[in-house]
C-alpha cells in the first residue's frame, strides 16, 4: 500500500510510519515541522532501513497537496498533522480552528479528486468531553469539549462524518486515542516536546534527568483510589500497531467507523511515577498543587470494539512504557537536537 501520512514527523506519527515501513507499505510524509525535527527522518531510516519520502509543508496548501498526490497514487491517508497544546488552544482559538480543520477539508477535497477512499484520523479521548460514567465506549456521547483544541477534534469527526454521508463509497477511521506514552525500544524516537512539557511522562523524564527541579502533582483530592487524576497510558508502539490495524481493516470495508485505542486499564499520577522510580532505579521528587482547570478526576477506555473488530489489542505495559519513555529521554536529553 501506498500511504500518506500527514503530521509524520511527530511523535505518534513518527511510531507510526516505522510501523508502516516494516511492514513493507510505502510511506509519503507530510509535515511543516512546526513541531518536529527533520532529524526524525534520519532516526526512522536507522531502525527501518529505509528513508520515507519526504515534503515539508502544510496540510492545508492545496496547491502542494495536489502536486504530491499527482505523483503518488495514494491507497490511503493516515491524517496526524494538527496542533495540540491545550492550553495554547484556549489563549489563540482562531490558530487552531484555522490549522486543524482546514486541513482536514482540503485534504478530503483533494482526496476525492484524486479518488483516494481510505482516511484514517488521529482523533482523541478528548471528544467525549467531561464523561458521566467509565470506562468509555464508542457509544458514549461526545462533544462539551473544554478547550478549542478539543473541539477541533470533534469537529474534525463531525466533518469526516457528514463527508462520509455524501459518499458512501469511502472509508474512514476515527481513532479515539487515549494517552500515548513510552518510545520506540530502541531509543531513537520518541516524544520531544518544545519547552516545558504539558504532559505526565515527558514531564516526568525530564525531572529524571536533571532539567526540572521536581514533578508537580495536578491534585491528590480526587475521587480515586490516591486522590491523583487517573489516566488510560497506552504504549506509543501499541498504538501505531493500531493504526496498521485499521488500515488492513478498511481494505475490505466502506463507511465511517470509530475505535477507541487504549489499554482499558486506568492508572493513578502516583502510580505512574512509582512504575517509572521501579523500572528504572531513578527517584522523582515531587510536589502536590491545586487541580489542574479543565482536568477530570478519571479517564480510561473500553477498548472491546478495536480488540474485536481490529484484532488488535495493546500488548506492552506500563513497565515498558516507563523504561522506553527514559531510554529515549537519557539518550536524548536535549531531544532530537542532542
Ligand atoms: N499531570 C500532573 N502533572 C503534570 C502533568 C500532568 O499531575 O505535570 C496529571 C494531570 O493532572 C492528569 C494526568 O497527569 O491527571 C495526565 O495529564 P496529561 O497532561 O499527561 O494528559 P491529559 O489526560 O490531561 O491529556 C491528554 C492529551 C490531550 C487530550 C486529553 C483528553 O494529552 O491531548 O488527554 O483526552 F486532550
Given at each position: 500500500m501506498r500511504v500518506l501520512v500527514t503530521g509524520g514527523a511527530g511523535y505518534i506519527g513518527s511510531h507510526t510510519v516505522v510501523e508502516l515501513l516494516l511492514q513493507k507499505q510505502e510511506v509519503v510524509i507530510i509535515d511543516d515541522l512546526s513541531n518536529a525535527k527533520e532529524e526524525v527522518l534520519r532516526r526512522i531510516q536507522t531502525i527501518t532501513g529505509k528513508t520515507p519520502i519526504f515534503y515539508r509543508g502544510q496540510v492545508q496548501d492545496e496547491a502542494l497537496l495536489t502536486s504530491i498526490f499527482k505523483v503518488h497514487p495514494f491507497d490511503a491517508v493516515i491524517h496526524f498533522a494538527g496542533y495540540k497544546a491545550v492550553g495554547e488552544s484556549v489563549e489563540k482559538p482562531l490558530k487552531y480552528f484555522e490549522n486543524n480543520l482546514l486541513s482536514t477539508i482540503v485534504l478530503l477535497?483533494?482526496?476525492?479528486?484524486?479518488?483516494?477512499?481510505?482516511?484514517?484520523?488521529?482523533?482523541?479521548?478528548?471528544?467525549?468531553?467531561?464523561?458521566?460514567?467509565?470506562?468509555?465506549?464508542?457509544?458514549?456521547?461526545?462533544?462539551?469539549?473544554?478547550?478549542?483544541?478539543?473541539?477541533?477534534?470533534?469537529?474534525?469527526?463531525?466533518?469526516?462524518?457528514?463527508?462520509?454521508?455524501?459518499?458512501?463509497?469511502?472509508?474512514?477511521?476515527?481513532?479515539?486515542?487515549?494517552?500515548?506514552?513510552?518510545?520506540?525500544?530502541?531509543?531513537?524516537?520518541?516524544?520531544?516536546?518544545?519547552?516545558?512539557?504539558n504532559n505526565l511522562m515527558p514531564f516526568i523524564t525530564q525531572v529524571a534527568i536533571g532539567k526540572r527541579p521536581h514533578l508537580n502533582v495536578f491534585g491528590n483530592d480526587y475521587p480515586t483510589r490516591d486522590g491523583t487524576g487517573i489516566r488510560d497510558y497506552i504504549h506509543v508502539v501499541d498504538l501505531a500497531l493500531g493504526h496498521v490495524a485499521s488500515l488492513e481493516k478498511m481494505q475490505h470495508a466502506a463507511g465511517y467507523v470509530v475505535y477507541n485505542l487504549g489499554t482499558g486499564k486506568g492508572t493513578s499520577?502516583?502510580?505512574?511515577?512509582?512504575?517509572?522510580?521501579?523500572?528504572?532505579?531513578?527517584?522523582?521528587?515531587?510536589?502536590?498543587?491545586?487541580?489542574?482547570?479543565?482536568?477530570?478526576?478519571?479517564?480510561?477506555?473500553?477498548?472491546?470494539?478495536?480488540?474485536?473488530?481490529?484484532?488488535?489489542?495493546?500488548?506492552?505495559?506500563?513497565?515498558?512504557?516507563?523504561?522506553?519513555?527514559?531510554?529515549?529521554?537519557?539518550?536524548?536529553?536535549?531531544?532530537?537536537?542532542?
Open positions: 477535497r483533494v482526496m476525492e479528486q484524486f479518488n483516494v477512499k481510505k482516511l484514517v484520523f488521529s482523533s482523541s479521548a478528548t471528544v467525549y468531553g467531561t464523561p458521566t460514567k467509565m470506562p468509555l465506549t464508542e457509544a458514549d456521547p461526545i462533544g462539551g469539549t473544554t478547550n478549542p483544541y478539543g473541539a477541533t477534534k470533534f469537529m474534525n469527526e463531525l466533518i469526516i462524518k457528514d463527508y462520509c454521508v455524501a459518499h458512501p463509497e469511502m472509508a474512514a477511521t476515527m481513532l479515539r486515542y487515549f494517552n500515548p506514552i513510552g518510545a520506540h525500544p530502541t531509543g531513537l524516537i520518541g516524544e520531544d516536546p518544545q519547552g516545558i512539557p499520577v502516583l502510580e505512574l511515577v512509582h512504575a517509572f522510580e521501579t523500572a528504572n532505579q531513578v527517584s522523582i521528587p515531587l510536589q502536590i498543587q491545586p487541580r489542574r482547570s479543565g482536568d477530570i478526576a478519571e479517564n480510561y477506555a473500553d477498548c472491546t470494539k478495536s480488540n474485536r473488530e481490529l484484532g488488535w489489542v495493546a500488548t506492552r505495559t506500563l513497565v515498558d512504557a516507563c523504561r522506553d519513555s527514559w531510554k529515549w529521554q537519557s539518550k536524548n536529553p536535549s531531544g532530537y537536537e542532542s
